[in-house]
């Protein structure tokens, strides 16, 4: 060990600082006092960290998706091979070149990382709180669609936001059976160098899109 380490290592051992006790110190889970609370905190915390959220219903969710990828002229789509708004989905991509999932990610792979766009998936649900979308990734939607393209169109109900992050792990029963990978976003990627200044879009998404569907 060397000298220096030594003496470090001996400073701290010859502190003397009293242990400190707090009964408030004790993690509060953020909880809503209303529906509509729920929501605005959830959107709140999306916009806050860069993302546009939309509001529809499952009924104009088509239509929805349809002007987005227009408006933002994104025409090479990956989207996967099932979920409950596939239908919808397929429909608003049929004018635009979709790169659906039905093939071995190997194969895919020059699609992906130079060719598309924008990835579209489904959300298993959303935390109020941080403002956070949870996505369980499967085979027909590999968490490579919400990681890759430029642009992430995620699509969440509103009757699946939870409060807070306890909350959702308790309602759903993580506990007897998580998935091999969850993904928590909260926004675009990003990034900060040692000056603390933060850069979007660094490595992965530098654009996310929520569609809010109002089921509730």
Same mark, same amino acid.
């Given at each position: 060990?060397?000298?220096?380490?030594?003496?470090?290592?001996?400073?701290?051992?010859?502190?003397?600082?009293?242990?400190?006790?707090?009964?408030?110190?004790?993690?509060?889970?953020?909880?809503?006092?209303?529906?509509?609370?729920?929501?605005?905190?959830?959107?709140?915390?999306?916009?806050?960290?860069?993302?546009?959220?939309?509001? =529809?219903?499952?009924?104009?969710?088509? *239509?929805?998706?349809?002007?987005? /990828?227009?408006?933002?002229?994104?025409? &090479? $789509? +990956? #989207?996967?091979?099932?979920?409950?708004?596939?239908?919808?989905?397929?429909?608003?991509?049929?004018?635009?070149?979709?790169?659906?999932?039905?093939?071995?990610?190997?194969?895919?792979?020059?699609?992906?990382?130079?060719?598309?766009?924008?990835?579209?998936?489904?959300?298993?649900?959303?935390?109020?709180?941080?403002? =956070?979308?949870?996505?369980?990734?499967? *085979?027909?939607?590999?968490?490579? /669609?919400?990681?890759?393209?430029?642009? &992430? $169109? +995620? #699509?969440?109900?509103?009757?699946?936001?939870?409060?807070?992050?306890?909350?959702?792990?308790?309602?759903?029963?993580?506990?007897?059976?998580?998935?091999?990978?969850?993904?928590?976003?909260?926004?675009?990627?990003?990034?900060?160098?040692?000056?603390?200044?933060?850069?979007?879009?660094?490595?992965?998404?530098?654009?996310?899109?929520?569609?809010?569907?109002?089921?509730?």
């Amino acid at each position: 060990m060397s000298k220096a380490r030594q003496t470090i290592l001996s400073r701290l051992r010859e502190v003397d600082a009293p242990l400190r006790h707090s009964d408030t110190s004790a993690y509060q889970p953020w909880t809503a006092t209303s529906e509509t609370e729920l929501q605005q905190r959830f959107v709140d915390g999306l916009t806050a960290s860069h993302a546009e959220v939309f509001s =529809t219903t499952a009924e104009q969710l088509e *239509s929805v998706l349809s002007q987005l /990828l227009a408006d933002k002229q994104l025409s &090479h $789509i +990956a #989207i996967g091979t099932g979920g409950e708004f596939l239908p919808a989905i397929e429909q608003a991509t049929q004018q635009a070149q979709p790169v659906v999932f039905e093939r071995d990610i190997k194969r895919l792979k020059t699609k992906l990382f130079e060719q598309v766009d924008a990835g579209i998936t489904h959300c298993l649900a959303g935390i109020a709180d941080t403002g =956070t979308l949870v996505l369980w990734p499967d *085979s027909q939607e590999p968490r490579t /669609l919400s990681l890759v393209p430029p642009t &992430h $169109i +995620a #699509i969440i109900k509103r009757s699946t936001l939870a409060n807070n992050f306890t909350e959702l792990m308790h309602e759903q029963a993580w506990h007897t059976g998580m998935p091999t990978n969850s993904v928590l976003i909260s926004g675009p990627s990003k990034t900060a160098d040692i000056q603390q200044t933060l850069a979007y879009g660094a490595h992965g998404p530098r654009e996310l899109v929520v569609v809010l569907i109002e089921d509730k």
